[in-house]
């Protein structure tokens, strides 16, 4: 190009620029962050504070092997720390710019490949392959999710943020730290095998009624009927008290296997 050309086409872009054809084109908008306290489908957004997140995954006792998802997952740090772990974990968000936060989060901390998000409503996704489920929901949403809860894996853990399960007793708690004002405690539930009904154990009978992971009842042997006593799940494992004897076992598959002062004792489905 002459010097010529070269002038030329300087006073040209010149001119443009003038004009504001060839004006600086805008910022791109800055990444969405959330906001605490904002709206969202069921319930507003409040971050779990970090040493609880922890706290509730020492509860849940998680390992690497475990699947872990966060229903209502907010902006990922529950899932993003069980990843840290060596977990799989999963968040479930409703908020599509939530959703995208965290992915951005858990690739900044080097768990992306752990730590997977997906948008959808929590009432309506199929979560069933998790081992423990964490949440931070209202009571109502939690007794609203109860029956699917309960008809997960016997032994998957269930760890909430502040608010329980109605009338569903917890199997253990923590307290947050002194001077912790708001949010400072967590649940945890295990969901219990079903075992209440009939059972056969030879001659005899046991009849378990069962509320949650809580048994009372009767055991029937040797023509004299005991009233059940101190009984519960914990997952598919079983014990109670019945004639002063200690019973503990495994309910899989119909049948209960286990041990009594040392003998084995065992008991099946009628039919």
């Known amino acids: 190009m002459t010097r010529f050309s070269t002038l030329v086409v300087a006073t040209a872009l010149s001119a443009l620029v003038s004009q504001g054809v060839l004006a600086q084109q805008p910022a791109a908008p800055p990444a969405y962050a959330p906001t605490v306290g904002q709206a969202g489908k069921d319930v507003i957004w409040l971050p779990t504070q970090a ?31 069980a990843a840290k772990r060596g977990l799989r974990a999963h968040g479930i968000e409703y908020n599509a710019d939530l959703v995208e ?24 996704s199929d979560f069933s392959d998790a081992t423990v489920v964490t949440l931070f929901l209202l009571q109502a949403l939690n007794e609203r999710l109860r029956p699917t809860l309960l008809a997960m894996e016997p032994g998957t853990r269930v760890v909430s943020n502040t608010f329980t399960m ?23 539930w295990v969901i219990p095998a079903q075992a209440g009904g009939e059972w056969r154990l030879g001659e005899g009978r046991l009849a378990l009624v069962q509320r949650y ?14 009233d059940i006593t101190d009984g519960r799940m914990d997952g598919r494992r079983i014990s109670f008290e019945a004639g002063g004897r200690r019973y503990q076992g495994e309910v899989r598959e119909g049948r209960i296997s286990g041990q009594v002062e040392g003998a084995a004792w065992s008991a099946e489905r009628p039919g």
């Open 166 to 188: 109605g009338d569903w007793t917890p199997d253990d708690e923590v307290v947050g730290e002194s001077g912790c004002t708001s949010f400072c405690r967590a649940y945890k």
């Open 213 to 226: 992971q809580m048994l009372t009842g009767t055991l029937t042997r040797d023509g004299r009927t005991m």
């Open 51 to 81: 040493w609880l997140i922890e706290r509730m995954l020492d509860m849940a006792a998680v390992t690497p092997q475990d699947r872990l998802v966060d229903l209502g997952s907010g902006d990922g740090r529950t899932v993003i720390a």
């Open 101 to 124: 936060h965290s992915r951005r989060s858990a690739q900044a901390e080097g768990v992306a490949d752990r730590a997977t998000f997906s948008q959808g409503d929590i009432f309506q």
